[in-house]
């Protein structure tokens, strides 16, 4: 047993993207590319995993990814599509014909394939689909025709069913003279006359059962399947709840229809919390390889909702111009309240978006986050009202100026708590993914409040 | 093949945490539990997975919980406290005795059981080790030795190494007499005399061979391995790049330690999306589980942070009292010109880390990206400098007023654009985690950017 403190610096490589395509890596292969040593280039990317190429090509501009498309296309592994960046995979495809792009689809996975096609502007598609072999263009269809984020995208045809009346030494020989077995076989899956699925085996386990025993006796029925239409995220809890790494896809009649394998879950558990994330924030996707005009669209409605929501609070500011004329200390401090709602307001909000969507926050204890986040915003609004209200009457020599700033604090912070639970909440529950709205709301409300209680309770009480 | 459009509304429920544990059931066992029915709850929850089991106990208040724990203890699955929120899992293991743990860990995984021992308390876990046969405590202090979140701690040491000079027929025969092998083995591992790594053996590849052929003839020796001191970050980004089921870990000598499996992987991916999403809003963790003085203890930090820095806009508006006696307007607007550049600045922050946490963004595309976040903020800046301009302009009958908030505007949402790229770039260059702090220098900047351009291009031109 080696002693682990020694192998704090190993000597081994890690195996990362990071590591796999250096800076040096790129200039290298662009330099091929300008000097035109095109059988170079395709050296020097033969030994990049489909990853590591899919990397390089996003790392360079536009321009350069044209050229070094057009050298690679005859020995890229289409993998390599798979992996890019959707912006990115958009600029390659365009880059390819029809013929092309077919060939490529026909090496791939049929709902890698279809993501691949699905993805075609309009007018390309149907040249594709016409330059396949009709039974994979059939297959493809099939999957194009279900919902887009569906069970049914995700899954892939190629597995391995067996009939419940066969044997153990059955499996095995049919496994070893199957032609077009995949290696990558975890489970095989056990299916009645109908097709209808009865559960699952385990390979190691059938490895390790003498030849006569019927599968039946060892099948697994327990093991949980996803309905066809079964959306993307539920696909993924099940896949974390149950610490899979294979699940049955199966139709209304439990007929088994396809598989879905972890890795392609792992691409939709990053992609769905990139999404919350970004949503928060009001961006529509990483866009680091969009272009400016696309980015500048796509960010352009948020930064407009805001601009209204900052109209709706200037007018309320606006309602109390003459309070301000008098005591001019009323405009400088008032952003104090709003920035410290908005603030307390985000942490309750980012919490509630992040545990609807990981299913922590239910029907069944929504109540008792309320009243949690409720409490949290009375405390901290006590603490911060202190602090606020002593600086404040230090800075103005006004100790009412302070008292009255402190309550406005205060007020502000539990309606935060209150915003920030109620707002995901009640979305979530309309069916609208909280993420996306939920801060434009917030901050409406945190600004409003703020300066409302502030000027208001200035107005009433000091002047 | 069924017609996929039919399959919308499918008869078989999925099998999903939330149809699992329905509100009725957790309704249910608090009825059964109050009324002191204690089998009937152990049998009411038999049925569950561990992941529904833990759910479970997410769900009811503190008090019930212990109540439960105490009813279900018993018979409950090991595996139920590694699916559990980390502050439910603390209460739980709390109400528990150390012979209770040490039992749950023995049926565990190594690695599940090292990380339930490592968040004991320091009182407790020496008792609890010591409950624990020599070879076990012995195999989990050699996994805790291993900094926390490397690939030592991922790993578990449950594995098939195969001797290089085998052949397949005795590998075959070896699993089929092995008594401990479990059922979900992927991989099978080739070592060479010295123990270290050759390369991996699928198990359906091995399944497909001939008895005679020997080992080394079917291995695949290009398969990533991770050192044992890797992060876990890395250790996600490989199995992402090169979608992997399992990965072997090796120490600085190349010998096979563990394996890391893809479900652990998984959870890794969850949290760090997770600490991305929670750093940049200010929160330590999804404190759902959390009380309410734990959690106002967690959020105060960020909010005093916050409130330092509004101080400091709000000396900023200070410099400029006269000014606004004189245009009391310049109060009513000024909070538009902060919020349009703290918004656009958080879009440009929350692309640029998050592209830097899946390593999108590097050295190589840094001044790239910046360079585009600058035009993007200069154009979205024009237009809404226009857009404000013109309101202003109108609500107050002051064009030059129009002009003066318009220009602030575009000055603020370039120096957002700025901003927003170059503090997460420049803190992660200096080895800091960009989620974690980004935020608050950002608003800072963006709130003091934005009221010195605007009350100082005011006072500079209009008074």
């Not at 020097?44 to 050298?71: D, F, H, I, M, N």
């Not at 003279?177 to 009645?192: R, T």
């Not at 399947?225 to 149950?242: G, N, T």
Request: proline share 5%; aromatic share 4%; hydrophobic share 50%.
């Amino acid at each position: 047993m080696s002693d682990p403190a020694k192998d704090e610096a190993p000597a081994t490589p890690a195996v990362d993207m990071i590591d796999e395509v250096t800076p040096a890596l790129v200039r290298g292969v662009l330099g091929l590319l300008e000097a035109g040593r095109d059988r170079e280039v395709q050296e020097a990317v033969a030994s990049l995993t489909p990853s590591g190429v899919a990397w390089l090509l996003e790392q360079v501009s536009s321009e350069e990814r044209r050229l070094l498309v057009a050298v690679l296309k005859p020995t890229l592994d289409p993998e390599t599509y798979v992996e890019l960046d959707e912006t990115v995979r958009d600029e390659v495809l365009d880059a390819l014909d029809s013929r092309d792009i077919a060939a490529a689809a026909r090496q791939l996975d049929t709902d890698d394939a279809a993501a691949l096609i699905d993805e075609l502007p309009d007018e390309k598609r149907p040249a594709v689909l016409a330059a396949l072999p009709a039974d994979e263009r059939g297959e493809i269809e099939r999957v194009l025709a279900y919902p887009e984020d569906s069970a049914g995208r995700l899954m892939q045809r190629e597995l391995v069913k067996v009939p419940s009346e066969w044997t153990v030494g059955q499996v095995i020989d049919w496994c070893r003279e199957a032609p077009d077995l995949p290696d990558d076989v975890y489970d095989l899956f056990v299916v009645d006359a109908e097709g209808r699925l009865v559960g699952s085996i385990k390979l190691g386990r059938m490895l390790r059962t003498k030849r006569p025993v019927p599968v039946t006796d060892i099948v697994d029925p327990d093991i949980p399947s996803l309905p066809v239409s079964a959306d993307q995220e539920e696909v993924a809890h099940v896949f974390r709840d149950h610490n899979l790494v294979s699940c049955p896809v199966v139709d209304s009649e439990q007929r088994l229809l396809g598989v879905i394998m972890v890795d392609d879950v792992v691409d939709v558990i990053d992609e769905e919390a990139e999404e919350d994330l970004m949503s928060l924030a009001g961006v529509q996707q990483v866009d680091v390889y969009a272009d400016v005009l696309q980015t500048v669209r796509s960010r352009m409605p948020w930064l407009l909702v805001n601009l209204g929501t900052a109209f709706i609070a200037s007018s309320v500011i606006g309602r109390f111009e003459g309070e301000i004329e008098k005591l001019v200390a009323l405009a400088v401090l008032m952003p104090i309240v709003a920035s410290l709602g908005g603030n307390a307001g985000t942490q309750a909000l980012t919490v509630a978006v992040r545990a609807l969507a990981t299913g922590e926050l239910t029907r069944a204890n929504a109540l008792r986050f309320v009243g949690k986040e409720l409490t949290v915003g009375g405390l901290n609004g006590l603490s911060f009202a202190v602090l606020v209200g002593v600086v404040t009457s230090l800075w103005f020599g006004d100790w009412r100026l302070g008292a009255v700033i402190g309550a406005a604090v205060i007020c502000n912070l539990v309606v935060a708590g209150l915003a920030g639970t109620g707002i995901p909440l009640g979305l979530n529950r309309m069916g609208i993914d909280p993420a996306v709205s939920s801060g434009v709301f917030l901050t409406a409300i945190t600004d409003v409040v703020g300066f409302l209680a502030f000027l208001g309770l200035a107005a009433w009480l000091l002047l």
